[in-house]
Structures are given as C-alpha cells and as structure tokens.
C-alpha cells in the first residue's frame, strides 16, 4: 500500500514538472513576450502633444509616440502632372497578409493569427508571433493596433525587431457585431463595425459607446488614410441596384469617401462602377488607390480630383505613403514594393 502511494506521488511530481516545461516552453516560444494586457486605465494615461507633429500617448502605462500626417507645410499643388514610379527595394514576406504598417526600419504585418515583424535592412522575418485570435485589421502608428473579428481590439509594442509588449485589450468595444479594418491616426482610432465607422480618443478607449461617423453596407471593404483636415475612406465590394435596369441585378462599385474634420461632413468622390478600390494612401497633394483585380494604382490630385496617371503593381492592395515613398503590398508576390513616386 505505501509503495503504490509512493509511486502515485512520484507520477503526480514528474506530472507538475512537465506542466511547469511545457509552460516555459510556450512562454520561450513567444520569445518571452509580455502577455498580460492592461483592461484599464493608468492612473497617468493620457494623450501629451509635444509640438512638433507628434505625441506622447500612454495608455494602460505604456508610452508610445504617434505621428500626425499633417501635410500643410508643403507646397500646394493644383496643375496637371503625371505620376510616375520606380521600384527602390521589393520585401519579400513569402506569405499572405491582411494588412500592413511601417515601424521606423520593419514592416508590422498580420496573417491570420500571426504579427510579422520583417527587417527592411537585414531583409528578413525577425519574428513571427501567434496570438490567441484571427486578426481582422491591422494599423502600425508608434504602436500595433489589431482588431479581431469578434469584438476585441489590442495594442502591442516592439522591440529589437520583435513583438515585445501585449499592453493592452480592449473587449465589447461597442458591443461590437464584426470588426475588421482598423486605423490609428495620432491621437484617435478608427475601426469599421460591419456597418458604421466608429472611433475613440486614445486618452479615453474604455468608454462604452464609440461615437459613429457613417453608415456603410455590411461587410464592405474598407481602407483608411488620412492628412491634417480629413479622413479618408476607400470603399469596395459595394453593391447598389443597377440605374439602367432596375429589375437587372445588383451591380458592384467602390466610392473613396472623405470626411473633413471641422465640418463633420463627408463628401463621395471618385465612385466607379464594375470596380474594387483594394487600398488607399495620401501625402500632400495626391490620393493613391489600388485595384488588385486590374493591377494598377490610380493617382488623383486631392484639392480638385484630376486624373494624375496610374502605373501596375500586380495584385496591388495595402498601401502606405511615407516621404517620397509608396509601400504597395502585391498579393500576388506576396511581397511590399517600395516605390519613388515622382511627378512632371
């Protein structure tokens, strides 16, 4: 009788010790990463504007710099030029993603479960990081922003080329419905709810209720950009009753949507039918959309809307404008191009 308690108490230390293994295991093999997110405010969270473009955010005690896409120093242009574009650099990620970011020299990139870290100078995948749910969106402005499908949005740091941080999680945003694409523009965010555009200050992302900016239809596709004035939407996978035939079926358009910041309106410009704006980016004088089924990049001049050219990328779809450079996510390299845009 004792040599069988003796032997049940032998297997129940080498269970706990396998248990304790296994753990640390897992907890190496998210490279030790902080995984103990913050659900509500610090007593010194906040938003610190440090006057010269950007700011100091802290939230769930974690400081992070935001940077504004404020675009009113430059010069103003109106006349008619076209665009051109050459290839400086392709990265390439050997996997599909859902979206993207730049974080000084790496590319921030989601693929369903995982955040990829890619190094632009080593031009390798410095880390790979799984997390618990499926990535609906992605946004990268001082801190990774990510929405899951459900109803829950996270925020992640960096270090060293890897994910480091998991400082905070916010669940039932807005007794949210779907989720999906995500925005962080300086000091707010800006999420697509299946069907409306909501947002939230970053000094105060606990709040119940996020205010709603526009109705969109179910399930559209949509991309954010932004610049001092305005934010900018561009909308696909659209579907409207077709004006030559009312009893013909639905036909597909995209529309780019621009809401001016003062004035709390917005404004359609450039819808097109039989087409789907994949993407969107914006410097100081031009917007820049993407349609992956035509592999091409259209430019329009943003203060009167003439046509400024397009050129291809194959299966071009998110798109980042930093500097003179567009970064162009090509699903059909599975790779990011980075352009010098350049115009005469």
């Given amino acids: 009788m004792i040599k069988a308690i003796n032997i049940f108490i032998l297997f129940a230390i080498s269970m ?12 190496e093999e998210k490279g030790n990463v902080t995984t103990d997110p913050s659900h509500e405010h610090s007593s010194n969270d906040g938003i610190k504007d440090n006057g010269n473009g950007t700011s100091t955010i ?9 940077v504004s896409r404020d675009f009113s120093n430059e010069t103003v242009i109106t006349s008619l030029k076209t665009v051109s574009a050459n ?7 050997g996997q599909d993603i859902t979206g993207f970011g730049i974080s000084d020299d790496d ?12 190094n632009m100078s080593s031009k390798t995948v410095t880390d790979n990081y799984t997390v618990s749910y499926a ?27 890897k994910i480091d941080k998991h400082f905070f999680e916010i669940k039932s945003i807005n007794g949210s419905k779907f989720l999906s694409e995500c925005y962080l ?9 299946e069907s409306e555009i909501v947002s939230f200050g970053l000094d105060n992302v606990t709040t119940s209720t996020k205010p709603k900016l526009l109705d969109i239809p179910s399930f559209a596709k949509v991309n954010y950009s932004s610049d001092e004035n305005s934010l900018y939407y561009c909308l696909g996978q659209l579907s409207k009753p077709n004006p030559n035939d009312p009893n013909a079926a639905y036909i597909n ?19 097109a039918d039989d087409e789907q704006y994949t993407g969107i980016a914006v410097d100081a004088n031009y917007i820049y959309f993407s349609l992956a ?14 046509d400024a050219g397009s050129f291809g990328v194959d299966g071009a779809k998110d798109l980042k404008k930093i500097g003179e450079y567009l970064y162009v996510y090509s699903s059909t390299n599975k790779s990011i191009t980075k352009l010098n845009i350049t115009f005469n």
């Fill in 253 to 271: 358009y995209s529309a780019i949507r621009i809401y001016d910041r003062s004035s709390k309106q917005f404004v359609d410009k450039n819808s």
């Fill in 87 to 93: 290839k400086v650099e392709e990265y390439d990620l």
């Fill in 107 to 118: 590319i921030i990139a989601a693929n369903d479960t995982k955040l990829i870290v890619y």
């Fill in 185 to 193: 523009d300086y000091n707010t965010a800006y999420l697509y709810d």
């Fill in 16 to 27: 706990i010790i396998f248990t304790t293994s296994c753990k640390k295991d897992e907890v």
């Fill in 293 to 306: 089924d035509m592999n091409i990049i259209r430019v329009i001049n943003k203060h009167n809307f003439s």
């Fill in 58 to 66: 802290t939230l769930g005690g974690e400081n992070f710099t935001t």
């Fill in 135 to 161: 990535i609906s969106g992605i946004d990268v402005n001082g801190a990774i922003m990510t929405t899951e499908g459900s109803e829950t949005v996270n925020f992640y740091s960096t270090k060293n080329h």
